[in-house]
């Protein structure tokens, strides 16, 4: 799939996510393959510019976390030009603006699915972010406030117009939660009504549902978010199943997994900020036990990083018997420094 000057292969999108789509989870993704483009999570346009990218959890990554997508939270024309030469700086792949966000206080401040509502004031920002970057712009939308053919038609086509290379579209109305279907025959819609590359976001999280949604959709591009919390093999699997990507058949140990996610953690962020990390990552992967509802419950009760990881540790022994093979784990609070990974970078 080409996205204005970068080439996506394979069509396999990692979804933003706040709290979740950092350095750690997009490094334990890389180890099984088969993401196309990973993702920051959202970035405050009017914040980036002062963000350390030494000490920033947001921003910080390894070279090997590439072709990376940063997604904005953009409110203000007046903030396109610092967070742009920003971005540059950082060595962005490609720039995606946040239109779909439901959440209270994003929309309070004017971003997020707030956009939406105001097609006019989107084509001022796009068409002045498009005068100030040559990377790849792209945008991430959900299908509005009600269902609404002809509104969403002129959006996207606005959004084609003024210079966007890729749409994104998260097939829920804003005010649709995650346990409703997602309405992917309304992404063959819009795929139908514009020209750039269209993917489809919502409720993947199989070959059988990552299938149905591709027959209903027609997209170019698929969009994972939950599922690379819950399985972040599901990339290769799906790179594997649908376009014949020669990744290696992935071998999963869930508790080295976690093992391994919770010392990537340690070895980029500073303690104060691998606790609520942990905690948001184990809420979606204990999904993958019967009894997960354990773990989680004991990793978000916890008060320090080393109780979650003793209380995981605990658990897996119990109930997961590639737990044995693997010894009794721990994660030393201490940490590795990732300088050796990025010259000039500290945590
Ligand atoms: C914890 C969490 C944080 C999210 N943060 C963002 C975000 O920062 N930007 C964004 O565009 N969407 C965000 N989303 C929405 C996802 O990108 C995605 O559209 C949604 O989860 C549906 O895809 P899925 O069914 O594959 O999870 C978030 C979703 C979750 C669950």
Redesign the pocket.
């Known amino acids: 799939m080409k996205v204005g000057s970068q080439t996506i292969w394979p069509p396999l999108l990692l979804?933003?996510?706040?709290?979740?789509t950092h350095s750690a989870l997009r490094t334990t993704l890389l180890h099984f393959g088969g993401v196309g483009l990973l993702s920051t999570?959202?970035l405050s346009a009017a914040r980036l510019p002062a963000e350390s990218v030494d000490h920033s959890p947001y921003l910080f990554r390894t070279t090997k976390e590439s072709p990376l997508s940063h997604?904005l939270m953009l409110t203000d024309e007046k903030h396109i030009a610092p967070a742009f030469a920003a971005l540059h700086r950082l060595g962005a792949d490609v720039i995606d603006l946040?239109l779909?966000?439901p959440a209270p206080q994003i929309r309070r401040s004017g971003g997020g699915s707030r956009l939406m509502e105001d097609p006019a004031r989107v084509r001022r920002l796009v068409a002045s972010a498009r005068q100030h970057t040559s990377l790849p712009l792209t945008a991430?939308i959900r299908l509005g406030e009600t269902l609404d053919a002809a509104k969403l038609r002129d959006f996207c086509r606005m959004l084609e117009g003024e210079g966007v290379d890729m749409i994104t579209v998260?097939a829920r109305l804003r005010g649709e939660s995650?346990a409703r279907r997602p309405r992917w025959e309304w992404v063959a819609n819009v795929k139908r009504w514009i020209d750039i590359p269209v993917v489809a976001?919502?409720?993947?999280d199989s070959i059988a549902s990552a299938r149905t949604c591709l027959e209903q959709s027609g997209a170019d591009g698929l969009m994972?978010?939950?599922?690379a919390a819950r399985s972040p093999w599901i990339f290769a699997v799906l790179a594997r199943a649908l376009y014949a990507v020669d990744c290696t058949e992935p071998h999963i140990c869930l508790p080295q997994l976690y093992q391994g996610f919770a010392t990537a953690l340690v070895e980029r962020f500073s303690p104060e900020r691998r606790l609520g990390r942990l905690k948001e990552f184990t809420h979606h992967f204990a999904t993958n036990y019967f009894f997960g509802h354990q773990l989680a419950m004991g990793v978000q009760s916890s008060r320090s990083f080393a109780e979650a990881c003793s209380r995981a540790s605990a658990f897996f022994a119990a109930c997961d018997p590639c737990a044995e093979d693997n010894g009794k784990w721990w994660v030393s609070d201490a940490g590795a420094d990732c300088n050796s990974q990025i010259p000039g970078r500290g945590i």
Do not use: S, T
Request: aromatic letters at 4%; one cysteine or more.
């Open positions: 979804a933003p996510m706040a709290g979740l999570e959202m997604q946040n779909g966000c991430k998260h995650f976001n919502g409720g993947i994972i978010g939950r599922a």
